[in-house]
């Protein structure tokens, strides 16, 4: 009897040890979120999506925000999810938002510039109030194709109220004084979104080019243009690379060879995996 009441405590020191060992619940890991067209003003296009990783902390979840293009008169936040797959992969531990923004209306001549630049501030605004809630840091990288690389760098250089590191550009206008001279197609678009020509209102041009704003203090970037592009031309990044330079600004760009304006699904692969390797580099 006393050999198996051995046994019975030895039984049941050993079961206690390893209930008194089981790891504590994690109750700070967060889950993964998303919230699907938030609210971040009262028009119907002020939407956004956000995507919040499993896990994430104020100290190590970082924010990546992409806006669409489409000349800034079509397009939607949907057009991310074509990167996303990609971005999932090569940046895991990022958050990821995704915005919709007002869009010039040729027949009714609503929301010409600076509509768009006005939402994307809203955007930011929004942003910077829910770190906390979402639980995320204020290291952000902004980015966009197109007319939503256009609005980022816009952003970046010159309404940087937030903790921007770095800046992703796809194909984009940089200078739309030199752009209205592209074609008689953009010309007209550039004429009725602005409302007038350039040297009918050249402040306007200024104020809604990038270019315009550079300082030296402006975020590093990084942008990919195709050297066959017919709506946006290459020469608009060019002139993007020489302005970076003056301005001592970190920058790295890609010419894309043979590509127009939209690239194939692996080259924007190879592409974010060098806009991942520049940010991680900085």
Known sequence: MGLIKSFKSIFFLSLLWACSSDPEPNVDFLPAREIIDQAYGTDVRQKMDVYLPAGRSRENTPLLVYIHGGAWIDGDKSEFLQFKPVLDNLFPEYALVSVNYRLFDFITGNNKFP?????IISVFDF?????????????????GASAGGHLALQHAYRNDFSDIEAVVAFFPPTDLKELHGFNTITALGLESILGGKPDQIPQAYLDSSPLSHLDPNDPPTIFFHGDIDTVVPISQSELLEENLNSNGIIHQFTRVPNQGHGFTDETYRNLLQQARDFIDAL
């Open 127 to 143: 942003i910077n109030e829910n770190l906390a809630d979402w639980n995320i840091s204020d290291r952000i990288v902004i980015s």
């Open 115 to 119: 509509t768009q630049e006005a939402d």
